[in-house]
């Protein structure tokens, strides 16, 4: 029952940070049409977290939904009076379970046993979850894991006004990279060649999307989505990335022509100079690549976030096990014949024809071999 309670709350938490995330995207006036809305999920989310007590019969029923914040939430938006109200509200929700006739997705997936399907990790510790994975799958450059660790605490760090620092991790057994994610969707761009370099014979590459949403001088905390197939996500890049661009970039005021600027060229430019503006000109501090549409850019990212919330919640503990599980499946190739090492070099081939010729047998007296009969 305790197991099932935390599961429901997981969700609940998940569900109004969901929520959060939505409203974040508007802008003040639909946020004030949706005034009662943010309110009555806010209610709920506090009530349901904080204050119900749960039965078994109503942990089972809500369980049955994706959302169930949503469920509830909607049936105190038409009758929101007090907070004290929840309960009859509750009682009457529980009994009735109405929800189940439709409109509210249900949960029809879980994480089973060898489950490698996308799923969503919320309000996660990321160095320790992102750790635990690099520490299974990275069998070379164990050192692309410190690199990536810099980059989370620079996100954290440089978060601005709570906004989400969005990236994208890739990982095999060759090393991980921590990479922009709208770099990644921008042909040509370091980020983008990394992600789409997937080759048939690497089946153990693997892509997580990471929301970096601060920190607390401990922890780095975010959410993680496990992207699934890894072939699949690479082909479905390469096939919506927009061509670059422009390239802006940002100098140090220490030294260079460019000291203290900030100039854009063009990515013709950038190519056919780039020695001079990355070297020569200055020291870059910071570097921006640009699509021709930024809008283009926008709607492309935006599906994929839409597209995320959309895929179940998960267990991190279960996730790494499953891990654990296909790396051992991937790993273990079967046991190939090798083939037979023929000499090379004339030394080596007169040495193998003596060795050949003590082996075979005596002829038999009276007989004649193929050679003294020449």
Known sequence: MEDKEQQLIDRLNGNFAEY??????????????MSGLISAMSDAHFYLTECHVFEPHELEYLLQFQNP??????????????????LPLMDEELSSQDALKGGYALVTETELPGDMRPHRYMDVD???????????????????????????????????????IRLMWHVCSYGTHMLMERDVFIRDTMSFNCWTAYRPKDPDMLGYAVEVTGGDGQTIRGNVTFLGNYAEHAKYVRDVALPLSSVTLTYSDDWGVNAGKTITVPRKEYDDDRHRLMSESGNVIAMRNHPASELSLDTILDGEHLLRRGFPLGNCEAHLRNLTARL???????????????????????????????????????????????
């Open 20 to 33: 959060h995330d939505y409203l974040m995207s508007l802008d003040k006036k639909e946020l004030i049409e």
């Open 69 to 86: 914040l949503e469920v509830i939430a909607d049936k105190w938006g038409v009758h929101r009076e007090d907070i004290s109200d929840f």
């Open 126 to 164: 990321l160095i320790d979850f992102l750790g635990r994975i690099a520490e299974k799958v990275v069998a070379f450059h164990p050192k692309d894991w410190a690199t990536d660790q810099k980059i989370l605490q620079k996100a954290a760090s440089d978060n601005p006004d709570d906004k989400r």
């Open 328 to 374: 051992a499946e991937l790993r273990t190739l079967p046991e190939q014949s090798q083939p037979e090492k023929k000499p090379v070099g004339l030394t080596e081939r007169l040495t193998a024809a003596k060795e050949k010729a003590k082996a075979q047998p005596s002829p038999e007296p009276g007989t004649k071999n193929h050679q003294t009969s020449l």
